[in-house]
Antibody, heavy 120, light 107 residues
């Protein structure tokens, strides 16, 4: 079964750091581009970051550029989001999602999400 | 960045109703549009991509249309499991923006 499982969400103080993980099963992560998307409590979906299958192309939303870093570990079949300089407005459920094609960036498989709370 | 809007933001409907949700892009995006369904506490689920292509396993009562700037998602005969929030997403250009969502509630 094709599956994504996020982990690493936690309560963190403003200004702190956190690394989210997304473990893939049922498919090889390196063969696909991937996205991170978040959803603040009671709000809509916000796209955050994209990494191509080759890792040669990486995009970030302006809201996280310079603070978050997307990466991948082929050996562990996992995707990561390193988050720094965290703010209260980064409080959200964070989802990883698979991009099924090389040229069209919609998302066909989503994890269940991991919750990040930024508060003192 | 391309801005996506949806209308209505919410409405109530009954099972068996035909439901239409509209999504508009601030500039032309050809057919680079996807629709997702999200239920409370759950991850989004892909329904339609390329504006009108039904994702495998999605019931045929869901359909999408449009190109350029104006798009619609139609549910031909609303079922109880369809009460949810629906989001459109453009993937024509980065950043890959979502619409604000349309909540379909029970009348």
């Amino acid at each position: 079964e094709v599956q994504l499982v996020e982990s690493g969400g936690d309560l963190v103080q403003p200004g702190g750091s956190l690394r989210l993980s997304c473990a893939a099963s049922g498919f090889t992560l390196s063969g696909y581009s991937m996205n991170w998307v978040r959803q603040a409590p009671g709000k809509g979906l916000e796209w955050l970051s994209y990494i191509s299958s080759s890792t040669s192309t990486i995009y970030y939303a302006d809201s996280v550029k310079g603070r978050f870093t997307i990466s991948r570990d082929t050996a562990k079949n996992s995707l990561y989001l390193q988050m720094g300089s965290l703010r209260a407005e980064d409080t959200a459920v964070y989802y990883c999602a698979r991009v099924p094609t090389r040229t069209y960036y919609y998302m066909d498989v989503w994890g269940k999400g991991t919750t990040v709370t930024v508060s003192s | 960045a391309i801005r996506m809007t949806q209308s209505p933001s919410s409405f109530s409907a009954s099972t068996g109703d035909r439901v239409t949700i509209t999504c508009r892009a601030s500039q032309g995006i050809s057919s680079y549009l996807a629709w997702y369904q999200q239920k409370p506490g759950k991850a989004p689920k892909l329904l339609i991509y390329a504006a009108s292509t039904l994702q495998s396993g999605v019931p045929s009562r869901f359909s999408g249309s449009g190109s350029g700037t104006d798009f619609t998602l139609t549910i031909s005969c609303l079922q109880s499991e369809d009460f949810a929030t629906y989001y459109c997403q453009q993937y024509y250009s980065y950043p890959f923006t979502f619409g604000p969502g349309t909540k379909v509630g029970v009348k």
